[in-house]
């Protein structure tokens, strides 16, 4: 029978206790978002409850639950609620000049009265676990720019955009703001980049210059969420963008602001589900984290991507090379995880098998 007491390990963030080093990074299964009698289906509610049960300390909400007609949500709804050609033609698009208060989720989502109830029904489950839950934050930026070409009107505006989305989940029971900065995809990310070829303030040659746009909207968020946890979800390293060094030298700039990294793989193919995005037994993602607490930051460092063989886990934590293990297959695979592990059955936990079928919308031909 084997233990594991590093995985068990309690650690307090930003003064809140995480029960022990599970986390659970995003992963909705499209197949629990969605409506039924114009209020959110319970599934998403029974989802979210289901990881906190599988013993997830940090468990995400999902993005959008009733559909959303002003932004096409990174997280997609069911088909019913996809938006036709017509709702599509009226998107914002980036040479539509500055995008309007409707393209984030404070103009829009959390205005719908079932939302915001729904919202703080998923937390308050979450807490009856002992769990915290978390949210996305960046839907508060607009979408389809480049760094280089945004007005600098709208990146001036952009703290207070966060600050606004992580006030309103934050008063509803939200507990950690979570910043999507991995993989380019975010106008955050790209200011980081060596792409960035601002010429204002929000750009330069040196990484001081580009963590400015950064910095001013931990900042923000922070003064109005002082007692949440500011997590920042980014890819260890971006080629062409940034290298590991570099962002290590990003990450102490970010010292007292940010509490939580979640580290993930450099492209979108080698973070998100798949088959591959992790080499058995040498997860990439822990490479970045012994970088990152070999540079001495004090800012907690979780990895994320084929996590779930708790031996591996342990051997990690024990370490020193990470603080924290972000799964999302894994708990979705086994709703006994931390119970098993617990008990000293590790060997019992059902693994996923990297089919990727939660992954996909019901019915799609490609996966049957
Ligand atoms: C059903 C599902 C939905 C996901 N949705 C998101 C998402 O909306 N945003 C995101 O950043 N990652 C998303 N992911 C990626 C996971 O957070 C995670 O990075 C990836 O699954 C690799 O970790 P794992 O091997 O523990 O599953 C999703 C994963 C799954 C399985
Ligand atoms: S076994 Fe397949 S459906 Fe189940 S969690 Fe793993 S990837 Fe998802």
Known sequence: MKHYPYIFTPMVVHGRVLKNRLAMSRAIPTFTVGVEDEKPMASALTYVGDMAAAGASIVPLPAVVLPNPHTRPMQMPPRPFEMDDEEEGKMPKPDDGLPTEKTHTEGVDLSLRNNRIFYARMASAVHSYGALCSMGISDAEPRGWDISDVPLEVLEELPDRFARAAADYAS???????????????L??????????????????TIEERARLTLEVFRRVRAVCPDCILQVQISGEEPGAYTTEDLCRYVKLWEGLVDLIQLRGATDAAAHPSGVNSVRGKPVTLEYAKKLKASGTSIRVGVVGGYGDPELMERALKNGDCDLIYMSRALIAEPDYAEKLLEGRGEDVTPCLLCNKCHVRPGDPDFG
């Open 172 to 186: 509803l029971g939200v507990d950690v703001m979570n910043v999507h900065m991995s993989y380019g995809g975010t």
């Open 188 to 205: 955050l990310c790209r200011s980081l980049s060596r792409r960035n070829r601002r010429t204002d303030k929000y750009g330069g040659e």
